[in-house]
């Protein structure tokens, strides 16, 4: 009896071992989990790409180095994670102090849809959400190319769909001074973002 009891308890340790292993930590419940792990391991840093934003001024993500970028991807004519993901973004953008907004902290929600998301489109957008146009832009990428070289490096998925839209992945990306992703929020907790920026800036 203590000999089975002995195995059993063996078997259990080397179970919960193995997952402990396999799901770093108990980290790593889900696929999407264990991707955001991964990219947060890797730290891949930004490709080139050229941007215009709302006002018509094209900018480079490379100007971005220096300071923590925080990133969202969307596209204005989605009406269901876009919404909330950008109204949470502007919680963030609402809590982080003024004295390091803009010097070194910087909002950008890139579109990725660029044919419909025209300058004027992004203005109206940017004024519903309270982006101001610098400290948070919103902007697209136009270069094909470009674009695909960013959403491949941070693993944005973004698939057409039959009406128009797309599906696609939704976080809070966080760049920091060397162009480099280190930290990816779920899009739904803003307050962990301002947390996480709160523990070493403010």
């Given amino acids: 009896m203590l000999r089975k009891s002995v195995g059993i308890l063996f078997a259990l340790i080397a179970g919960i071992t193995l997952l402990w292993i396999g799901t770093d930590g108990f980290r790593a419940f889900t696929a999407?989990?264990?991707?955001?792990i991964e990219l947060e391991r890797e730290q891949p840093k930004l490709p080139s790409a050229t941007l215009i934003d709302s006002n018509s001024e094209t900018f480079?993500?490379?100007?971005?180095?220096g300071k923590y970028t925080l990133l969202?991807?969307?596209?204005?004519?989605c009406?269901?994670?876009c919404p909330v993901l950008e109204r949470n973004?502007?919680?963030?953008?609402?809590?982080?102090p003024k004295e390091v907004l803009g010097k070194e902290v910087v909002l950008v929600s890139i579109s990725f849809d660029p044919e419909n998301d025209t300058p004027s489109v992004l203005k109206s957008y940017s004024n519903h959400?309270?982006?101001?146009?610098e400290q948070w832009k919103m902007a697209t990428i136009q270069d094909g190319q470009e674009l695909q070289d960013v959403l491949k490096t941070l693993e944005v998925i973004v698939i057409p769909n039959e009406y128009g839209g797309y599906e696609?992945?939704?976080a809070f990306y966080v760049i920091?001074?060397?162009?480099?992703l280190t930290n990816i929020f779920d899009y739904q907790t803003p307050q962990t973002v301002v947390e996480y920026l709160d523990s070493f800036l403010f």
């Fill in 32 to 36: 999407e989990k264990a991707r955001i």
């Fill in 60 to 65: 480079h993500l490379q100007e971005l180095e």
């Fill in 72 to 77: 969202t991807f969307m596209y204005t004519s």
């Fill in 79 to 81: 009406g269901d994670v």
């Fill in 89 to 96: 973004f502007a919680e963030i953008y609402e809590n982080i």
């Fill in 129 to 133: 959400f309270g982006a101001d146009g």
């Fill in 168 to 170: 696609h992945n939704s």
């Fill in 176 to 180: 920091n001074p060397d162009g480099k």
